[in-house]
């Protein structure tokens, strides 16, 4: 019987490697797309038809809806790394599982998106977003990390708003305590 299972592994293994190269299947189960241009302009045409669907012509999604959506531009990502284009659609995908309350998925991806991408221009935005979601969001709370990026913010951005700057140094000093515990004990 095992070996009956090798048999069918092999088999797919077999057809996978044989398969067409510059062709992705997106998760969703889209058309096959060969060039990121096409890629992205199946992410548009879903956007486009969710502002469309939308009483309020503004992009409004379930959570199934936003699991479709962020894997559509995960996709992106994954065929074309090197690209321009591949941070930024992390990125997205990133904030689309934030604004779904998919916590545990969304840094999990920008976690990736900046390891990969050090250089990507909203890194600051990124790493704010990282500290802030394991500081409220995740749970069990991680407090390593809300440090870790916090305090890599402060350093890669030197130039940073005083305010802002400020905000995050008081934060950084009372991160044994929970974000509720913080906000009581500032009022």
Do not use: W
């Given at each position: 019987?095992?070996?009956?299972?090798?048999?069918?592994?092999?088999?797919?293994?077999?057809?996978?490697?044989?398969?067409?190269?510059?062709?992705?299947?997106?998760?969703?189960?889209?058309?096959?797309?060969?060039?990121?241009?096409?890629?992205?302009?199946?992410?548009?045409?879903?956007?486009?038809?969710?502002?469309?669907?939308?009483?309020?012509?503004?992009?409004?999604?379930?959570?199934?809806?936003?699991?479709?959506?962020?894997?559509?531009?995960?996709?992106?990502?994954?065929?074309?790394?090197?690209?321009?284009?591949?941070?930024?659609?992390?990125?997205?995908?990133?904030?689309?599982?934030?604004?779904?309350?998919?916590?545990?998925?969304?840094?999990?991806?920008?976690?990736?998106?900046?390891?990969?991408?050090?250089?990507?221009?909203?890194?600051?935005?990124?790493?704010?977003?990282?500290?802030?979601?394991?500081?409220?969001?995740?749970?069990?709370?991680?407090?390593e990390?809300?440090?870790?990026?916090?305090?890599?913010?402060?350093?890669?951005?030197?130039?940073?708003?005083?305010?802002?700057r400020?905000?995050?140094?008081?934060?950084?000093?009372?991160v044994?305590?929970?974000?509720?515990?913080?906000?009581?004990?500032?009022?």
């Amino acid at each position: 019987m095992m070996k009956v299972y090798y048999v069918i592994a092999v088999g797919f293994l077999v057809a996978a490697c044989a398969s067409d190269p510059e062709t992705v299947k997106l998760p969703t189960g889209g058309e096959n797309v060969k060039s990121m241009p096409a890629a992205i302009k199946e992410v548009k045409a879903f956007e486009d038809s969710l502002k469309r669907s939308s009483a309020s012509g503004t992009l409004e999604y379930n959570e199934e809806t936003a699991v479709v959506y962020a894997e559509k531009c995960l996709s992106i990502a994954h065929r074309f790394p090197k690209s321009k284009e591949a941070p930024k659609y992390m990125d997205k995908a990133h904030i689309i599982f934030a604004s779904a309350n998919l916590h545990q998925r969304s840094v999990m991806i920008a976690d990736s998106l900046i390891a990969m991408y050090p250089m990507y221009k909203n890194r600051a935005m990124v790493l704010e977003s990282l500290a802030g979601a394991y500081d409220v969001f995740v749970i069990p709370r991680q407090k390593e990390k809300v440090k870790k990026y916090y305090e890599l913010l402060l350093k890669e951005n030197p130039e940073m708003n005083p305010e802002q700057r400020k905000q995050i140094e008081d934060r950084l000093k009372y991160v044994d305590l929970t974000f509720d515990e913080y906000v009581s004990k500032a009022n």
